[in-house]
């Protein structure tokens, strides 16, 4: 049988976070050049 203590260190254990599988996607995943796009939409800049 599981010790009072260790039980009650597995039931306050939080679980790891899960990582991130996919990196995130940025511009030239895309194909664009981000230093040569120009916006259809003003973007505050």
Do not use: S
Not at 12 to 35: H, K
Request: glycine share 8%.
């Amino acid at each position: 049988q599981m010790p009072g203590r260790l039980r009650e260190a597995f039931k306050a254990a939080y679980p790891e976070p899960e990582e991130e599988t996919e990196p995130e996607e940025g511009p030239e995943d895309f194909g664009i050049d981000p230093d040569e796009a120009t916006y259809k939409y003003d973007t505050g800049d």
